[in-house]
């Protein structure tokens, strides 16, 4: 199986008025082809982060860790030129952003921005482009294309404005798809139909997926394996019914228990379980283990930085707990 | 602009930027202002402007309206004249200094009485809507797009000149911007969650506004100020400069430019008196473009979501 | 004349005595003519009234219907504020672009200290410095004036015009390009931060593809409406330039109508002022509408 991508020791740094701040502090992973990864976590933990710069769609002032490498299809992408760059986004690696209702230019119909990608990437002519741009809102479950075509952003709805993303993003088949948060800001109902016609496209065209998400939901529809990320750092990772069955990390836990279920008989019922504490801001990350403050388990050990701990299985954890324990 | 970022080591953001601890709003707000270099240096020279004109008379012993004979029409750095004199041995530093207070004390007066009227109009409308609100606001917005200088000089024609008597010019319509920017933020904070869930619990009105809404008008009524303050220093030494606004004997930096520009193309004896117009202008312009620098920092500094890359 | 205090008859009697007698038969007839007795509201209404047939009443100054006296300088003013405002534009445009482009690069610093530089300028000592260096020091332009006297053959005629526009136009164009800039530049980078740039980055697009078909298109929006709601401003400073120059233009009118105490002339600039500054509006509204969809088509659907 081709290893799409590989990140080893993803670092990020802000340079800002108040000082340098790391939101996200050496974060590893990689990517099988067909594979689909989900990254869940809270909001501030740095998945968005991770997402944005495997294509370097961060701002001027992000800076890159010396040892930092993205390796995409085996070759380095961190360094390379910004045109180099330009012919592997929308072509190679695409993008689904979270907010439908703002990712979409307002001034030209969205005809128009599906076929910016063909004519962009596969030097398909105008009429060529809007074809094939027709096509795709097909696949992705649009009715009536052809009039659809013509029609500009504020006339869809977020449901259809979040298709016409996918539509653009797979529009060149390309090998890796990231899609961050894709359903956080629909209704519930169609958040179910998005992730159907995702799951659907992706199999189709074997892409490789990484969906960042706070949903433990969504991970468990599309997942195959699953990283779990806290305050810049991934603190579990492993197979997707590992993860679920058997968490290891208590904030795997404690977050798992947060989900609220609806019991019906009396008895079952219990009450909702909270881990106590707040996410911590990039600027004041805690000493050693950074979940530390809000663990139910902390012992003194934990106020050395925890190493990451792997399995056989290739079931990770970074907790002392687990140190020396055979898994 | 695009949106790439370089590799660089780590080390070197290190010397350059040190990681930071926040603890308070009061911290933040100094911290965003200190940054701002502009602002810093804007500070500092407008209290030496202030320091000049308030405190220097009292270091020179020659009035404003002391004529020195022997030196008439005198360039800088004449003996006993840093500034010059004019066509009538007045000297220029001294004058200069006067006219300050004066300028400096119409602008200031405006900006105060302007943002407290319209902070007060703006809140109340702001917040009570209604059918006097829209009307008011229409009103304003009409008055605001026709521009405000020949309307300032017709008030001068009602009123008349004289340092109080600008003011009023200045101030009878000049409290109207700050009200729609003060009624603009009411608006959105009236709409708020705590400002409804303090309604929801029966406090009064009155109570809201002074609690919940008034702080946090606070910011923008301040940078406003300082922008009014601008304004009003402009105004004044232009109504000035055209016979309109402080009258001579009495100096003010725009009326003595009104007396350099008799000269302009030289005097009777051939000189080119430079310095009458270059001094009294070139202060009404390093105050008003520091008071803009100041409020630019504090708009940076009090703005809560806005903290810059640098 | 309504809205001013003091009897605008004595005022009148005042300034021109050979005029005015003391004769009361004749007062009272002047009276009845001009209104003077009647209510607040009827005399508005009749002020109105008259304004709507093109009546803007006589100016006391130059003992002429004010209506011709303002339409026989309106075409100087327009002449110096179009000129001004086309050299605002052809400035500031590209720099602001640039400057939000090149965020926080040395080309923007400098750019936002000369906009700072440029709206603390009085544009009255502005003007003077002007005068002092180019007219004065150095000779090359003239002082005042709109032309020079006896100057002969069409081409000749038009350099000297010309000659005599450079400087007031500069001076009024060159203050608000300022402002402009400041505004370009912050409209320009409120719209580089929107989703849907990122999104077009995402997309592989180049930059300057992505900054001028994606953001400057969106950016035009709120800055031709700016542009064109601005075009009021210009004729304000023009009383001002005007004034220094001595343009024989509308501002210049004003200006002297305020200062011989001329209430009907004064009004009746001030009202076309208004006019003007509604006509501008107007287009901007249009101009508006025409370039947004959203608006062009009304909201449909989402």
């Not at chain 1, 080893?8 to 340079?15: E, M």
């Not at chain 2, 020195?68 to 041995?89: A, M, Q, V």
């Not at chain 2, 119409?106 to 302007?114: D, E, N, R, W």
């Not at chain 2, 202060?283 to 810059?308: E, Q, W």
């Amino acid at each position: 199986m081709e290893r799409i991508l590989e990140v080893d020791n993803l670092k990020i740094s802000f340079k800002t008025q108040l000082g340098r701040i790391t939101p996200l502090d050496g974060v590893s992973f990689g990517l099988s082809k067909g594979e689909t990864l989900g990254i869940v976590g809270e909001s501030g933990c740095g998945k968005t982060i991770t997402a944005f710069s495997i294509m370097r769609l961060l701002p001027k002032n992000a800076f890159l860790g010396e040892d930092t490498k993205i390796a995409f299809r085996g070759k380095d992408i961190s360094t390379l030129g910004k045109e180099e760059l330009q012919k592997i986004r929308g072509k190679s690696i695409s993008m689904v952003f979270q907010e439908p209702m703002t990712s979409l230019n307002p001034l030209y119909t969205i005809g128009w921005q599906i076929s910016e990608v063909y004519r962009l990437h596969e030097g398909l002519s105008e009429e060529e482009a809007m074809t094939r741009s027709v096509e795709m809102l097909r696949l992705v479950g649009i009715p009536e294309p052809k009039k659809r075509v013509t029609e500009f952003p504020h006339q869809l709805s977020g449901g259809m404005r979040q298709r016409v993303m996918i539509a653009m993003a797979l529009a060149c088949s390309p090998e890796l798809l990231i899609a961050d948060e894709p359903t956080t800001a629909l209704d519930v109902t169609i958040q179910a139909q998005v992730l159907e016609l995702m799951n659907e496209l992706k199999d189709k065209f074997s892409t490789a997926t990484i969906i960042i998400t706070h949903d433990l939901g969504v991970i468990a529809e599309m997942c195959d394996r699953v990283l779990v990320m806290y305050a810049g750092q991934i603190v579990e990772s492993g197979d997707i019914f590992d993860i679920f069955d058997n968490p290891m990390h208590p904030y795997t836990k404690g977050l798992i228990n947060s989900i609220p279920k609806i019991e019906i008989s009396k008895k079952d019922q219990k009450k909702l379980s909270v881990i106590k504490g707040y996410v911590p801001h990039p600027s004041s990350f805690p000493d050693g283990c950074r979940f530390r403050p809000r663990c139910p388990m902390a012992f003194e050990k934990c106020l050395e930085k925890p190493p990451m701990i792997e399995s056989e299985s290739h079931h990770s954890v970074r907790c002392w707990l687990f140190e020396g324990d055979d898994m | 602009m695009s949106k790439f970022f370089y590799r660089r080591k780590l080390d070197e953001i290190e010397d350059k930027a040190r990681p930071v601890h926040i603890n308070s709003y009061r911290q933040l707000v100094w911290a965003k202002f200190k940054s701002h270099k502009l602002a810093m240096f804007g500070a500092f020279v407008l209290v030496g402007v202030i320091l000049f004109t308030v405190f220097g008379p009292l270091f020179v012993d020659v009035g404003y309206e002391d004529m020195d004979f022997s030196y008439l029409f005198s360039p800088p750095l004449t003996e006993g004249h840093p500034f010059g004199t004019d066509e009538l041995g007045h000297d220029v530093l001294v004058r200069v200094m006067y006219g300050g207070r004066i300028s400096l004390f119409v602008g200031l007066a405006s900006a105060v009485i302007t943002t407290l009227i319209g902070t007060v109009v703006g809140l109340l409308s702001g917040f009570y809507g209604g059918l006097v609100d829209r009307l008011l606001m229409r009103f304003v917005d009409v008055m605001l797009s026709i521009p405000m200088f020949p309307i300032l000089i017709t008030l001068t024609l009602v009123f008349g000149s004289g340092i109080m008597n600008i003011i009023l010019v200045l101030t009878v319509f000049g409290w109207m911007g700050v009200s729609r920017l003060v009624r603009g933020l009411v608006l959105s904070i009236r709409e708020t969650e705590y400002v409804m869930s303090a309604r929801a619990m029966g406090v009064k009105n009155g109570r809201i506004i002074l609690r919940h809404v008034l702080p946090n008008v606070i910011p923008i009524v301040i940078v406003s100020a300082t922008l009014n303050m601008s304004y009003a220093i402009l105004a004044e030494s232009s109504l000035s400069y055209l016979g309109l606004g402080i009258q001579p004997p009495m100096p003010s930096w725009g009326n003595m430019l009104q007396r350099a520009m008799n000269y302009i193309l030289g005097t009777t004896t051939g000189v080119n008196p430079w310095w009458l117009t270059v001094f009294p202008g070139f202060f009404i312009f390093i105050t008003v473009l520091n008071v803009n620098f100041l409020g630019d920092g504090l708009r940076d500094a009090l703005d809560p979501k806005f903290v810059s890359e640098s | 004349m309504n809205s001013m205090p003091g009897d605008p008859l004595l005022q009148m009697r005042m300034q021109n005595p050979r005029v005015m007698t003391n004769d009361p038969e004749r007062m009272r007839e002047l009276r009845e003519y001009y209104h003077l007795d009647d209510p607040l509201p009827v005399k508005y209404f009749t002020w109105l009234k008259s304004v709507m047939t093109g009546d803007l009443g006589y100016s006391s100054m130059y003992k002429t219907p004010a209506i011709d006296l303002i339409t026989s300088r309106l075409p100087n003013t327009l002449i110096l504020t179009i000129t001004a405002w086309l050299i605002g534009l052809v400035v500031a445009l590209p720099i602001g672009i640039l400057s939000a482009v090149k965020k926080y690069s040395a080309f923007d610093y400098t750019t936002t200290v000369f906009a700072f530089i440029g709206i603390s300028l009085p544009g009255f000592w502005f003007a003077l410095i002007a005068i002092i260096i180019f007219s004065v020091s150095l000779g090359w332009l003239p002082v005042s004036g709109m032309a020079t006297y006896g100057i002969t053959g069409s081409w000749n005629v038009f350099v000297d015009r010309l000659r005599h526009l450079v400087l007031p136009a500069f001076v009024l164009g060159l203050v608000q390009v300022a402002s402009w800039v400041r505004y370009i530049r912050t409209s320009l980078l409120e719209v580089l931060d929107q989703d849907y740039v990122r999104t077009a980055y995402a997309k592989g697009v180049p930059d300057r593809k992505v900054i001028i078909k994606h953001a400057l298109k969106n950016a035009m929006i709120p800055i031709i409406t700016i542009i064109a709601l601005d075009i009021p401003y210009f004729f304000g400073g023009a009383l001002i330039i005007e004034t220094v120059f001595s343009w024989p233009g509308m501002g210049r009118l004003m200006y002297n109508a305020v200062i011989s105490s001329d209430y009907n002339l004064a009004i009746s600039c001030l009202m076309f002022l208004a006019i003007i500054t509604l006509i501008s509006n107007l287009v901007a509204d249009f101009l508006y509408v025409m370039v947004d969809p959203r608006i062009r088509m009304g909201r449909k659907g989402a």
